[in-house]
Antibody
Framework: QVQLQQWGAGLLKPSETLSLTCAVY????????WSWIRQPPGRGLEWIGE???????NYNPSVKSRVTISVDTSKNQFSLKLSSVTAADTAVYYC????????????WGQGTLVTVSS | DIVMTQTPLSSPVTLGQPASISCRSS???????????LSWLQQRPGQPPRLLIY???NRFSGVPDRFSGSGAGTDFTLKISRVEAEDVGVYYC?????????FGPGTKVEIK
């Protein structure tokens, strides 16, 4: 059974770059779509973007100018970078994957709380 | 963006009784490939979300059959036939037909 394990800095200052990595254990990158989703404290879910089967990306326009999702297949990892963070980016960030037709949600990382504060 | 709404936002339910959550999208969710990509997620307190239903009515692996999904077009429903204590949490509908994928605000299910 595939496991997703994620990590990254939990406390950032405004204007810094958020960087999270999600490692995939027990599975490969082929045949799946890989997404990042975030959840501000006490609030709902927001889809940030995805890496598709072809290695292409799709991003939410709300963060498109600041976000990069990339993959390192040699390490079975994919990453999220979000630049110029503000307090509004404070959230729990989740990595997740899904096959065609499901797109995401089949497996989830444990979540990483990222707090942006001066 | 497609706007997703859910009703009710809070649902106190008696154990063993049914629960129903409605989800409405601002546009039809039929994809150009003919499928409708509407999923339901459950989020228990302190945990990542969990996929319950995909493509309106397909139960994901391991999901109890007391959960069922239905609907078409812009109106969708998640039903729990008999609520159990472990069903407490927040339920989200999400559309995956059009980018950006968008979620409903969530419905909190709690035991009376």
């Amino acid at each position: 059974q595939v496991q997703l394990q994620q990590w990254g800095a939990g406390l950032l200052k405004p204007s810094e770059t958020l960087s999270l990595t999600c490692a995939v254990y027990g599975g490969s990158f082929s045949d799946y779509f890989w997404s990042w989703i975030r959840q501000p404290p006490g609030r709902g879910l927001e889809w940030i973007g995805e890496l598709n089967q072809s290695g292409g990306t799709n991003y939410n326009p709300s963060v498109k100018s600041r976000v990069t999702i990339s993959v390192d297949t040699s390490k079975n990892q994919f990453s999220l970078k979000l630049s110029s963070v503000t307090a509004a980016d404070t959230a729990v960030y989740y990595c997740t994957r899904g096959p065609v037709g499901i797109w995401f949600g089949e497996s989830w990382g444990q979540g990483t709380l990222v707090t942006v504060s001066s | 963006d497609i706007v997703m709404t859910q009703t009710p936002l809070s649902s106190p339910v008696t154990l063993g009784q049914p629960a129903s959550i409605s989800c409405r999208s601002s546009q039809r969710l039929v994809h150009s490939d003919g499928n409708t990509y509407l999923s339901w997620l459950q989020q228990r307190p302190g945990q990542p979300p969990r996929l319950l239903i995909y493509e309106i009515s397909n139960r994901f692996s391991g999901v109890p059959d007391r959960f069922s999904g239905s609907g078409a077009g812009t109106d969708f429903t998640l039903k729990i036939s008999r609520v159990e204590a472990e069903d407490v949490g927040v339920y989200y509908c999400v559309q995956l037909t059009q980018f950006p994928f968008t979620f409903g605000p969530g419905t909190k299910v709690e035991i009376k």
